[in-house]
């Protein structure tokens, strides 16, 4: 019953909104009071209530004291998505070492952690998460001390593959190898694929682990752009495919890091089509896929997928527990050579946290808490959004992310993102460079800001502060 | 728009239809309610509606009253086809296919594991290093579940960092770089220091993962002969250094892997004296180290290392838990290139297993419990030692390992090791064939055996049959 009355309060809610999102309540106007609104809708006050409580939650409305409900923001007010990129000049510093950098000052205390995608702690289920690694450790005792099975714990690989079916897939336990987190996944799946001096297909922007892997395995980086709304420039992949060799591509189909763009499902289909033609394996991270905003999750590319061409991965590292290292992979008809990568280079994952997520996710826990972190994460992007728009200058351009953790912004081209890095840190502040985005450091006009953690007053301190140095305040001091 | 619709309900059944079919979904399961399977999906609920009326005709759902649906039936409860395995052993079969099948068939129930250089879980500390992470859950709750320090745990580095004192090192925390077991450590080292195509020098016989990996990395070999009494053959080393360039040395100085051979500590000293007159890198692969038999641990060759050009690696996974994936790198003066691997690669390491052994080791628990794990593989190895001697042929010879886990024999020259693997795994022992333990293929009438577990009449009998198969004993059949 509880559960209907949620429902239907959610639904009002979600009808006002829609009706502010098209801008036909705009800021300022007054919105009927509870009692009238539960009235015209035949709900009941507490209902009524409730729908204002949400809107008010994502800081679409306020109350005024004896005064009634307000519109308060409207998304037109945004600026404009960002498009367009800029070569900047020489840079003093590699990406790589800048990425050093920025993760080296993210372990001090007191820091506002705007440049790390993933969710904060509070989102995270830690109590249950806390009894199902108990419950492993008592009841499987001997399982979660030694050496696991190669492929990855079977009660996990059973689990997961029931998670596939959220994406539109259907996997057996035996089709799924895990791994530690996605990013040894996606690294297996290169090794699995590719020599030393082949040629990857990545986004630009895109994320900058995927740079890193693909350097450190020799290999050269085909970039291919990302347009914020859409997705990967699919015209452009398929001309540059005409040119040259690839052997691989890895993209983040579902939310892409930074842009949070989604390549609609029937695009997802045409890309799948255009590799499969070409015998090109696409390593699909999808690791964003089930932190949507929408009604439904989109597809992954690896449902269109008959050929066995594509390389699904994805992890809980954004859903559940970073620090638990539990990743997976579905590598379709390369199952062998990636089973091989796991053997040469780690043998087999940790049992204790591989199975601790087997059990939470069996114990029925998983849905539940996936409904409140999304809904958590689509009112942080609308909160962190409209305070940018605050606290910014008005030659900006953000991005509207469909799901995920992660703004981009496009600042004016005088600006160097790195240099407010430096500025920003003297603060407490932690933001990631646009220069990380792109194998040769373009982007430097832009930075990502993640919304992973609640909005607060410190964090619209920081975005205040940080507004601030985008408008070169002069209180907050040079880059001396 | 019916069409849309009846295509639609009967897409999301037959997935559900797949799952079951292959057991993803089993007997007595509770499906998502109408309504959340209409979330999820993206459909409407009277879609979703008509996807469970649908295999509830089939007999594979039910309803039941005031609770949801629930699976009936699942093919899997029919008898299981009987399973065996009769295939020749194809002359021609890898050595890495030979690894994957060894490994492959040590999850089955009842395997006598013998192939397995690891401790027994009798000899692991279960109830206190599941104290000691319960512990870590409830007091660094928020560590545990986050992202950790991408060098590794704080606390953990600090025990390492006590740890060196044993082998004569002295390290800082900050010198120490955590990973997912010592075989990530090699990966990391060997990324950190080559490029496809360098020759790596290693030990024959040597640790079959190590080829693995350096096969995975694309990199050339040389193999050192390794003396089962004194360890690498140094005069054999100098002379081919003299001849290949060798972008660096990958050897286990203490206790080699299958011999067991520990190379007398002023011979590591010329050792590392040789390899920085010409400025070779040393990967030291120190796993067995504390796993001495003798009065003293011997050192490392890390001790020698003046110019921090030895890569000291080594894990817990010997000592205390293999499952928990702990290892440990001092890469020297290739810290932040071994840094920058790890990020590429994975990151992070999993926070609560790292966090559990290093409140294992801040309790003072360690040093009791390698006593006696010590003395129980000496034990160990002597009565291993004494049943071969008992029920194998004459013409065999075996080595007396001073540390370690495992026994290399070599059987008359008609036996081939992978055959008799074949033979064995019929009566449920698995052994690990000579042939793993070089690039090559060659020791194949080698077999390594592990005396991990605790000396038992299964154990006895095993070997008893062992024997006789090596002698070709008739009543255990031929490979037909």
Redesign the interface.
């Known amino acids: 019953m509880e559960?209907t009355v949620g429902?239907l309060y959610h639904q009002v809610a979600e009808r006002l909104e829609q009706m502010i999102g098209k801008g036909i309540l705009s800021t300022g106007d007054k919105l009927p009071s509870v009692r009238v609104l539960s009235e015209e809708q035949g709900i009941s006050m507490s209902t009524a209530f409730k729908a204002y409580g949400e809107l008010e939650m994502k800081g679409l409305v306020e109350a005024r004291p004896k005064s009634g409900y307000y519109v308060r923001f409207t998304p037109q007010e945004l600026p404009q998505a960002p498009f367009a990129e800029r070569r900047l000049p020489p840079k003093d510093i590699s990406v790589?070492e800048m990425?050093?950098e920025v993760?080296?000052n993210l372990?001090a205390e007191g820091i506002v952690r705007l440049s790390?995608a993933?969710p904060a702690?509070e989102h995270?289920p830690?109590a249950k998460?806390?009894k199902s690694?108990?419950e492993a450790?008592?009841e499987d005792?001997?399982?979660?001390?030694?050496?696991?099975?190669?492929q990855g714990n079977a009660r996990l690989r059973?689990q997961l593959?029931?998670l596939a079916?959220?994406w539109?897939g259907?996997?057996?336990?035996e089709d799924i190898v895990t791994t530690?987190?996605c990013?040894?996944a996606l690294?297996f799946c290169l090794?699995a694929l590719t020599?030393?001096g082949d040629t990857v297909a990545i986004e630009a922007p895109g994320y900058f682990?995927v740079s890193?892997?693909l350097?450190?395995l020799?290999l050269k980086v085909l970039e291919v752009p990302v347009h914020p709304e859409t997705g990967i420039d699919l015209d452009y992949l398929e001309n540059a495919l005409g040119r040259t060799a690839v052997a691989a591509c890895l993209f983040v189909p579902n939310f892409n890091n930074p842009t949070g763009a989604c390549l609609p499902d029937e695009r997802k289909e045409r890309l799948v089509r255009m590799l499969a033609r070409r015998n090109i394996p696409l390593i699909e991270d999808d690791i964003y896929g089930e932190l949507y905003f929408g009604?439904?999750?989109p597809l992954a590319c690896k449902h269109f997928d008959e050929k066995g061409l594509v390389l699904y991965c994805s992890s809980f590292?954004k859903m559940l527990?970073?620090?638990?290292?539990v990743g997976w992979c579905l590598p379709g008809r390369f199952r062998?050579q990636v089973?091989?990568?796991k053997?040469?280079?780690?043998?087999?994952?940790?049992?204790?946290?591989h199975a601790?997520v087997a059990r939470f996710l069996e114990a029925?826990r998983f849905?539940l808490h996936m409904r409140r972190l999304r809904k958590a994460l689509h009112t942080q992007c609308l909160r962190y959004t409209q305070a940018i728009c605050h606290h910014f200058p008005d030659n900006i351009r953000i991005t509207r992310p469909q799901g995920g953790f992660t703004l981009w912004l496009e600042l004016p081209p005088e600006v160097n993102a790195y240099a407010l890095y430096r500025r920003a840190i003297r603060h407490n502040i932690s933001i990631a460079p646009g220069q990380m985005f792109s194998a040769d450091g373009r982007f430097s006009n832009y930075i990502r800001l993640s919304y992973g953690a609640p909005f607060s007053e410190e964090i619209e301190g920081s975005l205040e502060i940080l507004g601030r140095l985008v408008g070169g305040g002069g209180e907050y001091g040079g880059d001396g």
């Open positions: 559960e429902f790589g990425i050093r993760y080296r372990s790390v993933a702690p995270l830690e998460l806390n690694m108990m450790l008592r005792a001997h399982s979660c001390i030694r050496y696991g099975d190669i059973q593959a029931r079916f959220n539109g259907s996997a057996a336990p530690q987190g990013m040894e690294s090794q020599r030393p682990g890193m892997v350097n450190s020799g009604k439904s999750r590292s527990a970073p620090g638990y290292r062998e089973l091989m990568q053997l040469a280079h780690t043998v087999t994952s940790a049992a204790p946290t601790a029925g849905g």
